[in-house]
């Protein structure tokens, strides 16, 4: 199914989110994940690889792509399954804002404190928080390994003041402790292949990985096209036609040489 089910659509209006189990197939997933793994693991020797820190030393591998091209990273960015469901969600014509590999490695990758994506994108130049991501998980992820946590239905909260805290954007703590305390903490917890659907102003964080397992997901945000930035502050978020192609079009696209 390409567009939400009535199910998902109440999930995402009242929660804020919502998993579409298996949106990538068993196949899929291995495809992606490996080739993606042996290229990623080969450039964070480099410097093309970002590192984010945590407040205890640890740090996530980040790679993050300004526009979709004909590679595997920038063809599940343009999959049918991914922006179809984001264009229902949204209810505009949309594009993609940004995409982006998330990587904590076994026992090394660190902890994200609580946040909104729209807490960054509303200083980007969006005025409407008429955006979501989808994040597509390529291992298990559970509590041991820092799978996403979210605080259920805080996205009706609206954007809530960030401020900058070791490195990364957090939301002001009197008002994250009012929120943490009124919304229910949900570990999210999935297999290969699910995919987390969220809206831009849902609460959500992770801890760092302490197990000796891979804990890489992929994220695509999208937003509405007459939302696009208003500024040329960043050089990613910027609007580019959408280009949508057929599911699983990217298992026959080879792997960006950067």
């Not at 989110?17 to 080969?42: I, N, T």
């Not at 000796?212 to 994220?219: A, C, L, P, V």
């Not at 502050?233 to 699983?248: F, I, S």
Request: charged share 25%.
């Amino acid at each position: 199914m390409l567009v939400p089910s009535k199910a998902e659509m109440r999930a995402y209006e009242v929660d804020g989110y919502f998993v579409r189990k298996g949106l990538l197939s068993p196949e899929e997933v291995a495809d992606f994940r490996d080739s993606s793994r042996r290229q990623l693991e080969e450039e964070s020797k480099g410097d093309s690889v970002m590192r984010k820190g945590d407040s205890s030393g640890k740090s996530t591998l980040l790679k993050l792509w300004n526009s979709a091209g004909d590679d595997k990273y920038g063809m599940l960015a343009r999959d049918e399954r991914m922006v179809r469901l984001s264009e229902a969600l949204i209810g505009e014509d949309i594009y993609l804002y940004s995409h982006k590999m998330t990587m904590k490695q076994p026992r090394e990758g660190g902890a994200w404190e609580w946040h909104q994506d729209f807490g960054y994108w509303y200083n980007n130049g969006c005025l409407s928080p008429e955006m979501l991501s989808i994040y597509v998980s390529l291992d298990p992820a559970n509590k041991e390994n820092g799978c996403l946590q979210v605080l259920k239905g805080s996205h009706m909260l609206g954007r809530l003041n960030h401020v900058r805290e070791d490195g990364q954007t957090n939301v002001e703590k009197p008002y994250l402790k009012a929120a943490v305390d009124r919304f229910e903490h949900v570990y999210v917890e999935m297999e290969a292949g699910d995919a987390l659907v969220f809206h831009c102003n849902l609460l959500h964080r992770s801890d760092a990985n302490n197990s000796d397992t891979y804990r890489w997901g992929y994220i695509c945000s999208y937003n509405a096209v007459h939302n696009a930035p208003f500024v040329q502050a960043r050089d990613y978020g910027h609007y580019q036609e959408l280009k949508t192609v057929p599911a699983g079009s990217f298992m026959s696209a080879a792997v960006a040489a950067e």
